[in-house]
C-alpha cells in the first residue's frame, strides 16, 4: 500500500487556491480511505489564515513559518520538502508554473517517482497507481502504471478535480517551523512585473473573435479584423499569436494571459490546449472553427465548424454585413 | 559563456493532425512531420544571443534514435557550434528520469555554465530540466522568459506565471533553466545553413561512452509506464454545422443572433 498522502496548497493574500479542496477530490480519487495532510508554509498573518482556511478540509495541516519562505520560491520549498516528508510520501502539487518548478526536481531528491500534468486516477493496485494524462497539447489521452512503492510526487492538472466545497472536517495545524533548518539560496525572488495593460480589454468585452495558430500568417490577421467589426466584437488569440508578435499580449487568453469571461467566444484555428481553455470562464457560448475534425476545441465548443477559417471567415463577415 | 541546449525531434502538431493507431498501442506515426520541439529552438536562440554578446560557445545535445540527428544538424545551422547525439538501445522507452539520467551523464563529460531545455515538448510533461538540476545539484527556474547576464557568476531572469505577469529572480551559475516560447524570435534557418553543416560530423555516445549503466534507463528502468494512447469520450461535444460555406455562415449567424454575438 502506497504511503501518506500529502497536499502543498497554494495561497494568494491569505487566501488558499481553489486547487487546494481540487487535491483532496483528487487524493480521494487515488485511494478512497486516505486523509491528505496539507502542507502550507510561508510568513506570518497570511500564513495563519490559510492554514485554518484549510482545517475545514484537512484533518491535519503542517505548517511551515519562516521568513526565508514569506515568498513561494519552488527552489526552497522544495529543500524543505525534502526535510520533512517520510520516504515514501505521495504529494500532490497543483500544475501549475510553481508546480512546474517545484516537482521534478521534488520527486529526484526523495527518489520518487513524478507524474507530471494528471487529469485522472483510474485506481490503485498495490503499489501501482493508474492515472491518465494527455499528449500533443490535448489530441490524444494516455493511460499511465505509476510505481508508487518509492513514493511520489503526482502534478495535477487545475480545474478537472471538481471540488463538492470544504467539508467542515475540522482538522488541526500542527506547527512544524521548527523542522525547517538551514535553507539555502541560490535562486533569490526580486519582484513581480504585472502584464502590461493594452489598448483594448478584453476580459470586459462580451463577444470575442479569437484567433490561433490556424491563421497561418500575419496578413490574414485582418480575416479576424474584419469579421470583428462585422459582429461588434474584439480580437483576442491564441498563445501561439503572441509568441510570432503578431498581437499584443494583453490580446492572449489563457493561463498565461487574460482570463475573460465573454457571452460569446469565436475560437478559429485554435486547437483548445487546457492552458487556452484555462483563461475562458463564465461559461460562454463556444463556436470553434477549425480544419481538424480532431482539435480538442470541439470537444468544449457549443457549436463546431470543420472547415479552413481563411475561407470560412470571410463568407461569414460578407453574409453579416448584407444582413445589416 | 558555455551553454549546452536539450532539444528533442517531435511530430509537429502544427502540421499533423495526431490520431491514435487503430491498436492503441501508439499513434499514427506513418506520414508524419517531425521536427524540433518548439520550445527547445526558442532556447537555442536564446543561446545563440547569449553567447553573442557574452562570448563562448553552444552545443546542441538530443537523446533520440538516429533520426534525431538531423533536428541537431538544423540547430547548428541556426548557429550552434557544436552537436551531440545521445543514442543507445538501452535508451528507449526511458521515462523522464531515464531522459535526464542521460543528459546528466552527457553534462558531467563537459563543462558548463548554463543548460537549457524547452519548458515543455509533445508528452506536456515538462519535467525533464527540473530532473537535470535536481540530478546535478544545480539551481533550476522553470518557464523561463527573460535571461540578462549580471556577472560570470550569476543571471537575471524572468518566470512566466499566472495571468501574463512576470517572476524575476537572481540565480547563481552554473544553472538549468526551462525555457518558455515567445522569450525571442528564433531565426529563420535556410537552405544554405542547413548546407553548411551538412557534412559536419555529429558524435553519437551511447552507454559505453556515457558510463551509463544500462539498467538504469531505458523501459526496464522507467517508474512510470504508457500503457496505450485513446481519445477521450468526453459527451456530445459541439454540434457540428453541415453544408456549404453560405448554409453554414446562414446557421451559424441565427444561432449567433440568438446569443447576442452579433451587435
Not at chain 1, 497561418?216 to 479584423?225: C, H, K
Not at chain 2, 490520431?19 to 529552438?41: H, K, P, Q, T
Not at chain 2, 563543462?111 to 538540476?133: H, K, P, R, S
Not at chain 2, 504508457?226 to 469520450?233: C, E, I
Request: charged share 25%; proline share 3%.
Amino acid at each position: 500500500m502506497a504511503g501518506q498522502v500529502f497536499a502543498y496548497i497554494v495561497y494568494k493574500e491569505g487566501k488558499a487556491d481553489d486547487t487546494a479542496l481540487e487535491l483532496v477530490k483528487a487524493a480521494g480519487k487515488i485511494n478512497p480511505d486516505a486523509s491528505p495532510t496539507a502542507i502550507v508554509t510561508g510568513s506570518g498573518s497570511d500564513l495563519d489564515a490559510v492554514c485554518n482556511e484549510v482545517t475545514a478540509s484537512y484533518k491535519e495541516v503542517w505548517k511551515f513559518d519562516n521568513e526565508a519562505l514569506a515568498y513561494p520560491n519552488a527552489e526552497i520549498i522544495r529543500q524543505l520538502l525534502v526535510k520533512v516528508l517520510p520516504a515514501d510520501a505521495v504529494v500532490l502539487v497543483a500544475h501549475d508554473t510553481f508546480g512546474m518548478d517545484l516537482s521534478p526536481g521534488l520527486a529526484i531528491m526523495l527518489d520518487s517517482t513524478f507524474v507530471p500534468d494528471v487529469v485522472d486516477f483510474e485506481g490503485l493496485e498495490g503499489d501501482t497507481l493508474k492515472a491518465v494524462r494527455q499528449e500533443f497539447s490535448g489530441q490524444v489521452s494516455t493511460h499511465v502504471n505509476c510505481d508508487l512503492s518509492n513514493g511520489a510526487v503526482i502534478n495535477v492538472r487545475p480545474g478537472v478535480f471538481q471540488a463538492d466545497g470544504a467539508a467542515g472536517v475540522g482538522g488541526q495545524v500542527i506547527d512544524k517551523s521548527s523542522e525547517i533548518g538551514e535553507l539555502v539560496l541560490r535562486r533569490r525572488y526580486l519582484e513581480t512585473v504585472e502584464a502590461e495593460v493594452g489598448d483594448v480589454d478584453i476580459t470586459k468585452e462580451d463577444v470575442l473573435v479569437s484567433v490561433g495558430r490556424g491563421i497561418e500568417d500575419q496578413d490574414n490577421i485582418e480575416i479576424a479584423e474584419e469579421l470583428a467589426e462585422a459582429m461588434g466584437a474584439v480580437v483576442s488569440c491564441s498563445r501561439p499569436i503572441v509568441d510570432a508578435k503578431w498581437l499584443e499580449k494583453s490580446r492572449q487568453v489563457g493561463t498565461s494571459g487574460q482570463t475573460v469571461k465573454p457571452k460569446v467566444y469565436m475560437a478559429l484555428g485554435i486547437s483548445g490546449s487546457f492552458q487556452h481553455l484555462g483563461g475562458l470562464k463564465g461559461n460562454p457560448f463556444i463556436v470553434a472553427v477549425n480544419k481538424n475534425p480532431k482539435a480538442p476545441i470541439f470537444q468544449v465548443a457549443d457549436v463546431g465548424i470543420v472547415e479552413d477559417l481563411l475561407e470560412f471567415a470571410p463568407v461569414l463577415t460578407e453574409k453579416i454585413a448584407e444582413g445589416k | 559563456m558555455e551553454i549546452l541546449v536539450c532539444v528533442k525531434r517531435v511530430p509537429d502538431t502544427a502540421e499533423n493532425e495526431i490520431e491514435v493507431a487503430a491498436d492503441g498501442s501508439d499513434i499514427e506515426r506513418d506520414d508524419l512531420v517531425y521536427s524540433v520541439n518548439e520550445w527547445d529552438n526558442y532556447a537555442v536562440e536564446e543561446a545563440i544571443q547569449l553567447v553573442d554578446k557574452a562570448g563562448g560557445s553552444v552545443t546542441v545535445v538530443s537523446v533520440g534514435d538516429e533520426e534525431a540527428e538531423e533536428v541537431v544538424r538544423r540547430e547548428m545551422a541556426m548557429g550552434a557550434n557544436n552537436g551531440l547525439l545521445l543514442s543507445d538501445d538501452a535508451f528507449e522507452g526511458s521515462d523522464g528520469k531515464g531522459t535526464a539520467t542521460i543528459l546528466k551523464a552527457a553534462v558531467e563529460k563537459g563543462n558548463y555554465d548554463l543548460i537549457l531545455t524547452g519548458a515543455l515538448a509533445d508528452d506536456g510533461a515538462g519535467q525533464v530540466g527540473g530532473m537535470l538540476a535536481a540530478m546535478l545539484d544545480l539551481p533550476f527556474a522553470s518557464v523561463v522568459n527573460r535571461i540578462e547576464v549580471m556577472d560570470d557568476k550569476k543571471l537575471k531572469i524572468g518566470r512566466e506565471i499566472e495571468g501574463g505577469n512576470q517572476e524575476m529572480h537572481e540565480i547563481d551559475l552554473p544553472c538549468v533553466l526551462s525555457i518558455q516560447t515567445g522569450i525571442n524570435e528564433p531565426r529563420y534557418v535556410g537552405i544554405r545553413g542547413i548546407r553548411k553543416v551538412a557534412s559536419v560530423e555529429i558524435p553519437v555516445w551511447g552507454t559505453s561512452e556515457l558510463g551509463v549503466a544500462a539498467d538504469s534507463v531505458g523501459a526496464a528502468a522507467a517508474r512510470v509506464k504508457r500503457l496505450d494512447y485513446f481519445v477521450p469520450d468526453l459527451g456530445e461535444g459541439a454540434e457540428i454545422l453541415e453544408g456549404s460555406l453560405e448554409e453554414v455562415a446562414d446557421k451559424l449567424i441565427e444561432m449567433l443572433k440568438a446569443k447576442g454575438g452579433i451587435k
